[in-house]
């Protein structure tokens, strides 16, 4: 049994979105990689997913655990990616580890501290497939951006920060932003277009007028002087591109609603007496959803260009946030270490590409007049 | 000799693995200087029949059979060969005048279009033709028309720049398909007599496509009656008139709407009354936006309807009559006085009006239309529920199952939606909309000229038997004469918004007053006085 019935017309739809087997395949690709990307904590971080120190169980990766907890001194957090840390936890919190951590783990590992020593207890710890997180800055040998190896999968960049890990909170981040953006954008521009395009007359010409006037405001000065003003933050900078970036669809869904307000079912809606609130919502909008679906593919791409751009330009999120489109910035800083480069623009390609693909499949499925074999 | 030779046609249609047969087997000839009329309802496969002839279809279809023009095959035969066969020796005309023009040309530019490609006439020699072909076709001074846009002509006068474009390379066969249906019933008697007489003077077969079996009457030589994609009988116009063999030849021909309305009795109640209602469109100009004149759709229209009474109001399009009904309605500004069960509502607010909505119902004329394509049959029947309380009974399931089965349609259609049903049945749809809130008025603005022949009888015996059974006021708006003098008692005539004439049904149909009554008579039921 279906979770959800679908319409008959959706139906027709979806079957026709999986007849085209790039967007179909594009979705399930782009969904797997941001349901990776959501659980990021698990795949790149400086700190554990579970420890086992003497019989009990901690998760670093959620709560805040004092060195002192794990026999340290200070009452700072754990730095687990010290190896007397390490120790320490391995070994059950014996305090020869602050001097030769390597020799113990050894010893615990192939038992001989448990005959040596009474009351042992052998603990250990699970770390994600990546030890680095975002902004984690990692000892390398040598000068930062360093290359790629076994540690760093596609090198540091010039602040030694692993590139890895931060390509996959970028991604999430980026993606993230990108659909609480286009969320906040379309209601507010759907809403403002219902308005105009049904009521018509003079609530439309002065909101038309209004809307000219706000397209023209240049967002770009306004982002830099609030960004001069306030402290950079991400929810500041949805509030921004929100704020300047609604009327994209008020255009499209306007007219839709200008052209189906004197539809028969509308007017046999009105002589029913339903109010304007109602017809908008039950009989009109589901006439501007395909024309939606169309431009909605250009504002996502957009939004997560616009976001990069920010960045690029330094403007964007605070410089400790992993952006995608600050490792572009350095792969322009830093010419050398071609890895920045390579890792920014296939990130971008990929994921604009897959949205595409998605989005085409959508934009066809819609289309009424396209047939599938 | 035949020009065009039919044999074994199918066309079949596939989408999503379900394959459509549109043409089963269809064979026929147009012989030269002849006309063939393909006659039969919606979906009968007539327009396809029509288009394979020369190819074209779209993509999707399928055709196999074989089709001869001038002795040549047409299914398979190369595009090029196709392009130049089309428009040069079989041209079209189609339905709708108004799509068929590009609005951005003006007259000269599109008919020089044509004769540039076809016979590489340019400059002085095309103006010549373009005039030579605008007086063929009817249009007076066609030297003042020359850059005229198609905005500006009416809708005759762009049918017959459409024929223009059709003989502008003087074809051998000309494709009609359905020409005079979107228009008024005295300009399509015009059209199809310039059809006529250009046949005869151009020495042109013709192909006819078309419901109306009037039409067929007046203007076919043979006749090929055509259901569910098969021709189902065949031959000379007179003799399928007189002798149709065919079962459903024998329905199509039968199918006309017959009967009068029962009488209204001395002490109906009045429902509704207007005096004087007025509807002017201003015309603004000038950067002030000051009022310069007015569009007059209704000029002092005073009209009543009692309880159990049908008002025809008859007219043709741009007379008013559905502005009237929206204004009655209150779904549009009016002046002038209303009143609806004793009540003034001319200047309420809609708010104030929406309690009394559910007395006053509305059928429109397009059953495609005025469905919600996104909702099912029970959820746009019960819509009204929502809004309205309404008496006997509270489960909205079973009010709307009783008031499908009252319009002649069963309960389990209401979790299907509208496209899954033919126009009549969706024209019911609409209709239970209505009645599900026991209105005191129905306004029926053309329920029954979307359909075909003899879905229109039913529909008519269908509102017959409401109006008897709820005592029903019907404000019953058509331009089809013979519908409206089934179901009427009194008829107001319209004319570029005014009411040039209001009588009892008798008394208009049996002796109209003005010369305009005359003539929509004519057109209507000329041919039936010929014939009788």
Redesign the interface.
Known sequence: MALITL???NQ?RW?NFTANRRAFWSLWIFLFIFGLSLFAEFLANDRPIVVNYRGEIYTPIFNFYPEREFGGDFGTEAVYRDIEMQCLIITGGIGECWDEPHTLIEAAHNGSLEESIEDFHQGWLIWPPIRYSYDTISNIEGSAPSAPDAQHWLGTDDTARDVTARVIYGFRLSILFTIIVTLATSVIGIAAGAIQGYFGGLTDLIFQRFIEIWSGVPTLYIIIIVAAIFQRSFWLLVILMTIFGWMALVGVVRAEFLRARN???V?????????DR?IMY??VL?NAMVATLTLLPFIITGTISGLAGLDFLGFGLPSAAPSLGELTLQAKRNLTAPWLGFTAFFTFAIMLSLLVFIFEGVRDAFDPRK??K | MSLLQVRNLNVNFS??GNVVRAVRGVSFDVNKGETVALVGESGSGKSVTALSTVSLLEG?AEVSGSITYDGAEMIGAPEKELRRVRGNDVSFIFQEPMTSLNPLHTLETQLAESLLLHQGLRGDAAKERILELLHKVGIRDPETRLNSYPHQLSGGQRQRVMIAMALANGPELLVADEPTTALDVTIQAQILELLAELKRSEQMSLLFITHDLGIVRRIADRVCVMKDGEIVETGPTAEIFANPRHPYTQTLLAAEPTGRPDAVPSFAEEVVHTKDLKIWFPIKAGFLRRTVGHVKAVNSATIDVRQGETLGIVGESGSGKTTLA?AI?R?ISSEGQIVFQNQELHDWTEAR???L??D???V???PF???????TVGQIVA??L???EVAGGHDPRKLVADTLIEVGLTPDMMDR?PHEFSGGQRQRI?IA?AMI?RPKLLILDEPTSALDMTVQVQIVDLLRELQRKHSLAYLFISHDLKVVRALSHKVVVMKQGDVVEAGTNDEIFSNPQTEYTRTLMAAAFGEELVAE
């Open positions: 319409s008959p017309l027709r079957r539809f028969e079912y007017r046999a809606a009105k002589a029913l007496g339903i109010s109602v039950r009989h589901p047939t599938f | 989408q999503d999707t929206l309605m779904l009006i929406r309690p909505r559910k006053m119902q509305i429109f004329q397009d239309g005025s469905l919600s394509p996104r909702m819509e009204g929502g809004v309205h939606y609409a909309r809130l």
